[in-house]
């Protein structure tokens, strides 16, 4: 069963506790783009097999939103963040590359 800790509430939630998002950090198009911009955040996504960085929220406890950096491979996960920021933090970056030798950050964005 896949766990996450809940980095506003400090909690370790398992995935019935959860409900997924999507995928973190992409460009979010609204008013003003073309339907191409649209369609491509609605229904174009990579999908990778190995790190993958997604938006979860803690239903069942405080609430918020949250970014999780995991291995769909593997289910291991190699931390939780705020929902604010806009890249994971650099110790998330170093556990993914001590386990993922040659993985880098520049291919996510």
Known sequence: MLTLKCPYCGVHADETEL???SEAHLK???PGSSDDEFEGYLFMRENPKGVHFERWRHVYGCGK???AARDTNTLEVFGTYSAQTTE???EIK???TAKR????WREFQ
């Open 19 to 21: 409900h997924p998002g």
């Open 28 to 30: 979010r198009y609204g």
């Open 65 to 67: 939103w949250f970014l």
């Open 88 to 90: 994971p933090p650099q």
């Open 94 to 96: 170093e556990a993914i």
């Open 101 to 104: 030798p040659g993985w880098s």
